[in-house]
Protein backbone atom coordinates (compact mmCIF):
# COMPACT_ATOMS: atom_id res chain seq x y z
CA UNK A 1 0.00 0.00 0.00
CA UNK A 2 1.47 3.24 -1.35
CA UNK A 3 1.31 5.96 1.42
CA UNK A 4 2.15 9.70 0.40
CA UNK A 5 3.33 12.21 2.73
CA UNK A 6 3.68 16.22 1.95
CA UNK A 7 5.78 18.33 4.39
CA UNK A 8 6.32 21.83 3.08
CA UNK A 9 3.35 23.75 3.32
CA UNK A 10 3.05 27.06 5.34
CA UNK A 11 2.55 31.03 4.96
CA UNK A 12 4.04 33.16 2.23
CA UNK A 13 3.79 36.54 1.19
CA UNK A 14 2.33 37.31 -2.47
CA UNK A 15 4.61 37.21 -4.97
CA UNK A 16 6.97 34.50 -3.21
CA UNK A 17 7.61 31.05 -4.06
CA UNK A 18 6.58 28.25 -2.02
CA UNK A 19 7.98 24.34 -2.51
CA UNK A 20 6.34 21.40 -1.43
CA UNK A 21 7.39 17.76 -1.63
CA UNK A 22 5.67 14.57 -1.41
CA UNK A 23 7.33 11.31 -0.89
CA UNK A 24 6.06 7.81 -0.74
CA UNK A 25 6.66 5.00 1.02
CA UNK A 26 5.56 1.10 0.45
CA UNK A 27 6.01 1.46 -2.97
CA UNK A 28 7.90 2.99 -5.98
CA UNK A 29 6.62 5.73 -7.77
CA UNK A 30 9.00 5.35 -10.96
CA UNK A 31 6.01 3.65 -12.81
CA UNK A 32 2.96 6.62 -11.56
CA UNK A 33 1.65 9.20 -12.88
CA UNK A 34 1.99 11.63 -9.71
CA UNK A 35 0.02 14.64 -9.53
CA UNK A 36 -0.89 18.14 -7.73
CA UNK A 37 -4.54 18.81 -6.63
CA UNK A 38 -6.00 21.37 -3.98
CA UNK A 39 -8.98 22.47 -2.20
CA UNK A 40 -9.86 25.57 -0.80
CA UNK A 41 -12.71 26.02 2.16
CA UNK A 42 -16.03 25.66 0.95
CA UNK A 43 -14.66 24.48 -3.02
CA UNK A 44 -14.28 20.97 -4.31
CA UNK A 45 -10.96 19.32 -5.18
CA UNK A 46 -9.28 20.82 -8.16
CA UNK A 47 -6.32 19.66 -10.46
CA UNK A 48 -2.96 21.60 -10.32
CA UNK A 49 -0.22 19.89 -12.20
CA UNK A 50 0.65 16.35 -13.11
CA UNK A 51 3.63 14.38 -14.36
CA UNK A 52 4.17 11.65 -16.54
CA UNK A 53 6.62 8.39 -15.61
CA UNK A 54 9.08 8.45 -17.82
CA UNK A 55 8.65 7.62 -21.74
CA UNK A 56 12.04 7.44 -23.49
CA UNK A 57 13.68 9.44 -20.54
CA UNK A 58 10.80 12.62 -21.18
CA UNK A 59 8.90 13.61 -18.79
CA UNK A 60 5.58 15.38 -19.36
CA UNK A 61 3.44 17.19 -17.49
CA UNK A 62 0.09 18.92 -17.90
CA UNK A 63 -0.93 22.18 -15.40
CA UNK A 64 -4.57 24.25 -14.77
CA UNK A 65 -4.82 27.42 -16.60
CA UNK A 66 -4.58 29.12 -13.22
CA UNK A 67 -0.95 28.08 -12.43
CA UNK A 68 0.55 27.36 -15.79
CA UNK A 69 3.30 29.62 -16.26
CA UNK A 70 3.82 30.21 -12.28
CA UNK A 71 4.21 26.46 -11.27
CA UNK A 72 6.36 23.63 -11.68
CA UNK A 73 6.04 19.81 -11.14
CA UNK A 74 8.84 17.75 -11.13
CA UNK A 75 9.84 14.34 -9.48
CA UNK A 76 13.36 12.55 -8.48
CA UNK A 77 12.54 8.84 -8.74
CA UNK A 78 15.56 7.90 -6.92
CA UNK A 79 13.99 9.68 -3.77
CA UNK A 80 10.87 8.53 -4.30
CA UNK A 81 9.46 12.15 -4.57
CA UNK A 82 7.45 14.62 -6.36
CA UNK A 83 7.73 18.10 -5.73
CA UNK A 84 5.67 21.09 -6.75
CA UNK A 85 7.61 24.22 -7.15
CA UNK A 86 4.96 27.26 -6.45
CA UNK A 87 6.34 30.75 -7.99
CA UNK A 88 5.00 34.14 -8.29
CA UNK A 89 1.86 33.07 -5.49
CA UNK A 90 -1.51 35.08 -4.91
CA UNK A 91 -3.65 35.11 -2.52
CA UNK A 92 -6.30 33.18 -4.32
CA UNK A 93 -3.39 30.14 -4.02
CA UNK A 94 -4.32 29.60 -0.97
CA UNK A 95 -5.91 26.01 -0.15
CA UNK A 96 -4.80 22.66 0.90
CA UNK A 97 -2.83 21.30 -1.33
CA UNK A 98 -2.49 17.06 -2.23
CA UNK A 99 -0.52 15.16 -4.05
CA UNK A 100 -1.79 11.68 -5.61
CA UNK A 101 -0.55 8.67 -7.47
CA UNK A 102 -2.01 6.85 -10.37
CA UNK A 103 -0.79 3.65 -11.50
CA UNK A 104 -2.54 3.79 -15.12
CA UNK A 105 -1.82 5.46 -17.85
CA UNK A 106 -2.10 8.79 -19.34
CA UNK A 107 -2.08 11.76 -17.61
CA UNK A 108 -5.08 12.97 -16.23
CA UNK A 109 -6.64 15.99 -14.16
CA UNK A 110 -10.17 14.34 -12.23
CA UNK A 111 -9.43 13.22 -8.50
CA UNK A 112 -11.57 9.92 -9.39
CA UNK A 113 -8.66 8.97 -11.92
CA UNK A 114 -5.85 9.00 -8.92
CA UNK A 115 -5.55 5.56 -6.62
CA UNK A 116 -3.10 6.70 -4.05
CA UNK A 117 -3.85 10.33 -2.10
CA UNK A 118 -1.71 12.45 0.71
CA UNK A 119 -2.93 14.11 3.75
CA UNK A 120 -2.59 17.36 2.44
CA UNK A 121 -0.64 20.44 3.51
CA UNK A 122 -1.96 24.03 4.09
CA UNK A 123 -0.36 26.83 1.58
CA UNK A 124 -1.63 30.46 2.91
CA UNK A 125 -0.25 32.88 0.64
CA UNK A 126 -0.81 36.21 2.53
CA UNK A 127 -1.88 39.97 0.98
Known amino acids: QVQLVEPGGGLVQAGGPLRLSCAAS????????MGWFRQAPGEEREFVAA???????????DYSDSVKGRFTISRDNAKNTVYLQMNSLKPEDTAVYFC?????????????????WGQGTQVTVSS
Open 26 to 33: GGTLGRSI
Open 51 to 61: ISRSVSNTYYS
Open 100 to 116: AARNAFPLATMTHDYDY
